[in-house]
């Protein structure tokens, strides 16, 4: 038998020039200088080069390479070569012909042994080959054989087609130049989104240039400015490429040139991602060689096309580590960090070994957009008359914290309240990872001074959390700000707090549902004594609802503290709508009381709070919600009441 099988091996056509080799669970196929170039969908004789190789050795997924083009054939598709080769070598025994259908054409040569009585049936059922067929229902190989694709230096791999039998949904082109198509599969929960980067339309020269020019940035010769070697080096390999029949001009050097920078100087697929405003966040799970990416899109959690290789995985690690300044090892396996795109920024969470089964990610685009007070007001996150309330909370020097669950929007609210601080107050802010818009407040707050301080977990450059807090009472007095509450920070915050050492607004942000679990944390788990927790004024509390076009981020719960461990709302949902309590307008509210001005009573205070609230309406009803805008309001604000003082 065994000479049997080498005889039928022989009569290979010599059309494929594949060589195949198999590294561990993988059966690789170098089709460099092969005419079918490894495209086991097109290329019958390449399909039948490794269906014949896995008929000596089994593998867990088959990829073929050149140096322009590198195809995956994973899970089903694999599955379906696999058993391929299992029938071949059984096969060739029984029915020699048979045996070398089955290497080109798998498919048909499994209907065909079924339908026959004796060992050949029996041998297609027990190697596979028969479900394989049955699975796929017919004798498209580009749906049988569904290929993940890219070029090598891409680290990650698209399928190219739609999912079988899928209805296309919407259709969309990113500023990248990359195409999205969202499609919904009948028996599927979940919507697909078939992402096409803009270099799976390059033809055959296209991608051979750019790996050419790919090679020229690895051996270092591109001379020049670094941001521009991609585009030097793809005008050198363009230039007389070498195709005379194709005119240079033909050649996209735009384009090659996006995507060389984005696939070295960049985070790859990933800029393709967060080009699509709709995307808000990107997972992917470990082991990322055999999950693909999962999105959510407008909300919806949807499948990809799109995976990551494991050496892809391990470039963004090495990349996010250069960019953050922090270790991500198995001495250190968590990472907290940011990465910028032509998108915008987006936040980083990530594991690895030993906590995980290799690097994964989770992705999070972060919102570029000014959060002001009258734009929350506008799109219905917080009334107008509660954010009149924090407004004169905030630039009365209050102490606050804003909690909520993971994204329920603590951070974008704490972004607006930092606008109505007014503007001659100092400002610091204490963030591990930047979020909140301190270049916006340097650059547009009318001649605000903002000082921002790094904070880092003890694995890169910046300041213990609490050294940071110290550090930020010793460089003078004014409002303080720390994007998180949620360590041994909290003691020295609550401290500085306690005896007034901050002389202005002291705000922050806090996991916690409502004031009640707030303090409990704070004293409890943070070990915050409870009189210094006293020292709080209010809690604002964020929820996220659904609604029939998607989630929706509201204030649900306004709290002051009342005497250190009591909380009375002053603002809470009420049959789905915030509302005040009217603790306010009865006269019952310890907070505002001591919000008023020395010269001020309590009526004078609710005065300004009617005023103010009209004025936000007004901001957003008239769409003036930039920081200008809200800094013009204040400042004219500030010039009325002294005009009327004097």
């Known amino acids: 038998m065994r000479d049997l099988l080498a005889r039928f091996r022989d009569r290979e056509d010599a059309a494929c020039t594949c060589d195949p080799v198999f590294e561990g669970d993988r059966l690789l196929l170098d089709a460099e200088g092969c005419p079918g170039r490894g495209d086991l969908v097109a290329h019958l004789d390449c399909r039948a080069t490794a269906i014949r190789a896995l008929a000596d050795r089994e593998a867990n997924s088959v990829v073929t390479r050149t140096g322009a083009l590198e195809r995956a054939y994973e899970g089903d598709s694999a599955a379906l070569l696999v058993a391929a080769g299992r029938f071949v070598e059984r096969a060739a025994f029984y029915d020699a012909a048979l045996a070398d259908r ?64 899928a209805a296309l949904s919407a259709t969309r082109t990113l500023s990248t130049g990359a195409t999205v198509r969202i499609y919904a599969e009948s028996g599927r929960a979940l919507r697909t989104y078939h992402l096409e980067p803009v270099e799976h339309t390059f033809d055959a020269t296209a991608l051979e240039l750019l790996a050419r020019a790919h090679g020229l940035l690895a051996e270092g010769a591109v001379s020049g400015d670094h941001e521009r070697a991609p585009g030097r080096a793809v005008r050198r390999v363009s230039d007389g490429h070498g195709d005379e029949s194709r005119d240079d001009r033909d050649v996209p050097v735009a384009d090659l040139s996006a995507v060389l920078e984005k696939h070295t100087r960049g985070y790859g697929v990933l800029a393709d991602f967060f080009a699509d405003p709709a995307v808000s966040d990107v997972f992917a799970t470990a082991p990322v060689g055999d999950n693909p990416l999962r999105a959510t899109v407008d909300g ?32 250190a396996p968590t990472l907290d ?24 990610f989770a992705f999070r685009a972060h919102d570029e957009t000014a959060w002001t007070l009258p734009a929350l007001v506008a799109n219905g996150t917080v009334p107008a008359d509660a954010a009149a309330f924090l407004s004169l909370a905030v630039e009365r020097a209050a102490a606050g914290l804003v909690a909520g669950p993971r994204g329920a929007g603590k951070t974008t609210l ?20 930047p979020e909140l818009p301190v270049a916006a407040l340097q650059r547009e707050g009318g001649g605000r001074d903002v000082q921002a301080l790094r904070t880092t977990t003890g694995d890169g450059p910046g300041l213990d959390p609490a050294d940071a807090l110290r550090a930020a009472l010793r ?94 709302a002053l603002y809470e949902v009420r049959d789905g709508t915030v509302e005040s309590t009217d603790r306010i307008d009865r006269g019952d509210s310890p907070l505002v009381a001591a919000l008023a001005r020395p010269d001020e009573r309590y009526a004078g205070v609710r005065e300004t709070l009617a005023d103010r609230a009209e004025l936000l309406e007004t901001l957003a009803r008239e769409g003036r919600t930039t920081p200008e805008d809200v800094t013009r309001a204040s400042a004219e604000r500030e010039a009325h009441r002294e005009g009327s003082e004097s």
């Not at 795109?341 to 995980?356: C, E, I, L, N």
Request: no cysteine; glycine share 12%; hydrophobic share 40%.
């Open 414 to 433: 704490l972004s607006a309240l930092l606008w109505e601080i007014p503007a001659p107050t100092r400002t610091v802010v204490i963030e591990d990872t």
């Open 337 to 360: 960090a940011t990465a910028e795109t032509a998108g915008g920024t987006v936040r980083v969470a990530g594991v690895t070994d030993p906590v995980s089964d290799g690097p994964g």
């Open 475 to 568: 460089l003078g007095e004014g409002a303080l700000v720390v994007g998180e509450v949620r360590g041994e920070e909290a003691a020295v915050l609550y401290e500085a707090m306690r005896v007034g050492a901050s002389g202005d607004a002291v705000l922050g942000t806090i996991h916690g549902d409502g004031g009640a679990a707030v303090r409990e944390r704070v004293v409890s788990d943070l070990g915050v004594p409870a009189s210094s927790f006293a020292a709080t004024d209010l809690v604002v509390t964020l929820e996220t609802t659904r609604t029939s076009d998607g989630k929706r981020r509201r204030v649900r719960r306004i709290e002051e503290v009342v005497d250190g461990d009591r909380f009375e």
């Open 300 to 331: 919806e959690r949807m499948r990809t096309n799109v995976r990551l290789t494991p050496e892809g995985a391990e470039t963004l690690a090495s990349r996010f580590r250069r960019a953050s300044g922090r270790a991500f090892s198995r001495a």
């Open 102 to 165: 089955a290497a080109r054409d798998p498919l048909g040569a499994a209907r065909a042994a079924i339908g026959r009585a004796g060992p050949v049936s029996d041998i297609a059922a027990e190697t596979g080959i028969a479900e394989a067929a049955h699975r796929n229902g017919g004798e498209d190989y580009a749906d049988a054989l569904r290929a993940f694709v890219g070029p090598p230096i891409a680290k990650a791999r698209v399928a190219a087609s739609p999912p079988p039998d």
